[in-house]
Each structure stands twice: as C-alpha cells, then as structure tokens.
C-alpha cells in the first residue's frame, strides 16, 4: 500500500489561493490519483482527479476553473492548486491513489485504496 503524505494547507482569506502536495512513499506512475475534502458535518465529497498519465483531468463543478490538479511523476508528487477560494471551500482535504493501475479518471472513493492523513484548509470571510 502507498503511503501519501499531504501538505500545504492553511489558513487564507477569501479570494487568496493555496497549493497543496501529495507526495508517495513509492512510485505512483501508474495510478490515477485524486483529492477528496471533508467539511465539519459533512460527507467526504471529490475534489479533483487525474489519470495516471496526467494527460486527462476531471473536476467537481463547485472547483471548476478555480482548482488545478497536476502531477509530477519523477517526484511521485500530486498538487492541487487553489486559486479563488471561498469560505465554503473549508474542510480537510485528502489524497487517495487509485486501487488499480492504468486507469484514466475515477472520481468515487471507493475506488482508491491509499489515503492520506489530510490537511486541513480555512478561508476566511
């Protein structure tokens, strides 16, 4: 099993932009990976994801245009930049590898089977 450790987060103010990491304990080329975030009395929902070739990515519409994943193999590293953040972006945010190599985007969490510890983001109104 991977292990993947997230960094990054923080405190910002709303409109302010954070970049968080995902680093592996082992190669992770060939698995799709994606981030995930949990709000105080929430479920756990999907971010963003993107294939193991890093050629193809997918966001959650509440994201789109403001969040970037991208990936950068030779450091076994998974970023997740967030630009334009919003009060309700909140939440403990989590990096999961995808259970099974080669695949192109997957977007429920069932199908990862590395997570994580998580970071924890605030933005402030």
């Known amino acids: 099993q991977v292990q993947l450790v997230e960094s990054g987060g923080g405190l910002v103010q709303a409109g302010g932009s954070l970049r968080l990491s995902c680093a592996a304990s082992?190669?992770?080329?060939?698995?799709?990976m994606a981030w995930f975030r949990q709000a105080p009395g929430k479920e756990r929902e999907f971010v963003a994801a993107?294939?193991?070739?890093?050629?193809?990515?997918y966001y959650a519409d509440s994201v789109k245009g403001r969040f970037t994943i991208s990936r950068d193999k030779a450091k076994n590293t998974v970023y997740l930049q967030m630009n334009s953040l919003k009060p309700e972006d909140t939440a403990v945010y989590y990096c999961?590898?995808?259970?099974?190599?080669?695949?192109?985007?997957?977007?429920?969490?069932?199908?990862?089977?590395?997570w994580g510890q998580g970071t924890q983001v605030t933005v402030s109104s």
């Open positions: 999961a590898a995808d259970r099974n190599p080669w695949r192109t985007v997957v977007t429920a969490s069932a199908d990862f089977g590395s």
């Open positions: 082992a190669r992770t080329f060939s698995y799709a």
């Open positions: 993107i294939s193991w070739t890093g050629g193809s990515t």
